[in-house]
């Protein structure tokens, strides 16, 4: 399995901008699809973003679609999300997750979180908006 780090997170006032990264090492990043996950204090994980292993297609969640953009450069290992226009409520620790499946689809992936237990997650990076 690919080991993940995510970085970038930080304090930002709402309507700012922050871009997450999410580098790997251990395998090549092509072979996974990718997602972008958060945990907000007293909620539950839920799927931000997916990309696919080329980055051809990708998934929003209703609540970021718009302001956040997935990216992905292989060459590089790393998978991005770009926030703009951050709000409050987006206040959470985020994470992201490898599938190497060959069958999940970006959507599936992002909408079943419990599909990847305690293995699949690393530490996170902490993004807190407020004034």
């Known amino acids: 399995q690919v080991q993940l780090v995510e970085s970038g997170g930080g304090l930002v006032q709402p309507g700012g901008s922050l871009r997450l990264s999410c580098a790997a090492s251990?395998?090549?990043?092509?072979?996974?699809?990718i997602g972008w996950f958060r945990q907000a204090p007293g909620k539950e994980r839920e799927g931000v973003s997916c990309i696919s292993k080329r980055g051809f297609n990708t998934y929003y969640a209703d609540s970021v679609r718009g302001r956040f953009t997935v990216s992905r450069d292989n060459a590089k290992n790393t998978v991005y999300l770009q926030m703009n226009s951050l709000k409050p409520e987006d206040t959470a620790v985020y994470y992201c997750v490898a599938d190497r499946s060959m069958t999940v689809t970006v959507q599936a992936m992002c909408v079943n979180v419990r599909r990847y237990d305690d293995d699949y997650w690393g530490q996170g990076t902490q993004v807190t908006v407020s004034s």
């Open positions: 251990g395998n090549t990043l092509d072979d996974y699809v």
